[in-house]
């Protein structure tokens, strides 16, 4: 592989993995803020149910599978090898926001609404809604945006060097638990100011995968880093919030 295509290939990797990316987050925020009312999918009842479960399911299993041993090899299937296994943090990003925006766009609403916020109440629970987004992304900030975004993959190929991977944060919000990504999605499900049996179905099963879904992976972080992590994990709580930042740590190296 010559110089000029590899960076042709990093660049186009790059493009459709921020183009997706954007699109599914944006997707995911105005969907969710409807309580699901504005999903794309017209499935009758009863069977909407069905493919929303579907759905809502496919997305922690699938991002869970890829996490793992076997599912980040499968990752390098998506890249010329000569660059695949740099390129597997974009070709996971890439996969992932597919499967939000596939949660979301392909949602068939139930078409009932509990409850509605108005008037000046509205604007309070919009206000709240989008302050947990702000956490989301301050969390993303906190963890290495080059990571969750797929930048360090695409960007490492067009310059030509091995990808590199940011230390587990253990600064900003990671000082007050050791999943503030997670926490913080689980709270954009629950401050919409639209709620229906959709909104319910999709923060039920969302808040319990962020409350389970770290498990797997600090057990990989406890494989690899041992006492290093283990210190920082009797600082910081796993889930719940500390009321006072804990005591600044060195960061962890991190291999996902």
């Keep these: 592989m010559t110089d000029l295509s590899r960076r042709f290939i990093a660049i186009a990797y ?16 105005i969907v969710m803020g409807s309580g699901m009312t504005l999903g794309f999918g017209r499935v009758p009842e009863p069977w909407n149910w069905v493919t929303n479960v579907a759905l809502l399911l496919q997305l922690p299993l699938g991002h869970s599978f890829l996490l793992s ?58 206000a ?32 030509g ?11 900003g919000l990671f000082r007050f638990t050791r999943n503030p990504i997670y926490v913080s999605f689980a709270l954009t499900t629950w401050t919409v100011p639209v709620w ?29 880093h041992g006492a290093r992590f283990e210190a920082y994990a009797q600082d910081v709580p796993y889930f719940v919030p500390r009321l006072t930042p804990a005591p600044r740590a060195d960061g962890v ?4």
């Design 128 to 159: 709240l809604f989008l302050s947990t987004w702000g956490l989301l992304g301050l969390s993303t900030l906190n963890a290495g945006l080059e990571l969750q975004s797929g930048f360090n993959g695409w960007s490492a190929v067009f310059l």
């Design 14 to 29: 790059g493009f459709v993995c921020h183009a997706i990316f954007g699109l599914a987050a944006l997707t995911m925020v």
């Design 69 to 126: 041993d076997r599912g980040r090899r499968i990752l390098t299937w998506f890249a010329p090898r000569a660059i695949a296994s740099d390129m597997a943090p974009t070709v996971y990003v890439i996969i992932a926001a597919l499967q939000v925006g596939a949660l979301f766009a392909l949602w068939s609403p139930s078409g009932i609404v509990w409850w509605q916020a108005e008037g000046t109440l509205f604007y309070v629970f919009v």
């Design 161 to 171: 060097r091995r990808v590199r991977y940011p230390d587990m944060p253990t600064t």
């Design 253 to 256: 190296r991190s291999d996902v």
């Design 196 to 224: 229906t049996p959709d909104q319910l179905l999709v923060a039920v099963a969302l808040t319990s995968y962020c409350v389970l879904g770290p498990i797997l992976k600090e057990a990989r972080y406890r494989r690899i």
